[in-house]
């Protein structure tokens, strides 16, 4: 099963940029599709990005302002977050989807493998 680390959160202006990678390790296989998510104080977790063999998928919330990537060499996943907003601020995690198939689901619990998260603060 794997294991995963995010790094790279902090504070930022609105309208900056920052960048997020989350660390892959300890897994046999290499996950099929994996993704961002984000939760803040009080709100549900949502959905920040997911990459698979079907390609990218993005919310309206990030599309055209977040990029997400994966170096599967380094078994590294990417968002880069550009334009950020004060609406950006949130705990942002890593998932991996833990089987052989995927079919491109991306709600929360179609992902079974979880980073502890880092915080992304964006200031107004």
């Known amino acids: 099963q794997v294991q995963l680390v995010e790094s790279g959160g902090g504070l930022v202006q609105a309208g900056g940029s920052l960048r997020l990678s989350c660390a892959a390790s300890?897994?046999?296989?290499?996950?099929?599709?994996m993704a961002w998510f984000r939760q803040a104080p009080g709100k549900e977790r949502e959905l920040v990005a997911a990459?698979?063999?079907?390609?990218?998928a993005y919310p309206e919330s990030t599309k055209g302002r977040f990029t997400i990537s994966r170096d599967n060499d380094k078994n590294t996943l990417w968002l880069q977050m550009n334009s950020l907003k004060s609406e950006d601020t949130a705990v942002y995690y890593c998932a991996a989807f833990q089987g052989k198939y995927y079919s491109g689901g991306v709600r929360d619990t179609d992902f079974t493998a979880w980073g502890p998260g880092t915080q992304v603060t964006v200031s107004s």
């Open positions: 300890g897994g046999t296989l290499s996950s099929p599709a």
């Open positions: 990459i698979s063999q079907r390609g990218a």
